[in-house]
């Protein structure tokens, strides 16, 4: 339909994948409503725990069974 207003811009997208990337979510994919423009960012199936410094430590220097 050429001429309809458009309710959302590749900016307001990438926006929301921004800000959610930075909150701690890994988006899996975004579904966004054209009549409306609302955007939903949905999470990746399995986000993992940030390794901590014991982590490193232990992958570095644990001795193998």
Known sequence: MA???VSFKIADVARAI???RKGGME???AEIDP???KIVI???AKVSDPENDV???MRN???SS
């Open 18 to 20: 921004k800000g959610a």
């Open 3 to 5: 001429g309809t207003p």
């Open 42 to 44: 949905v999470a990746a």
């Open 27 to 29: 988006p899996g994919r």
């Open 61 to 63: 220097h644990a001795r």
């Open 55 to 57: 982590d490193k430590w």
């Open 35 to 37: 009549a409306t423009g």
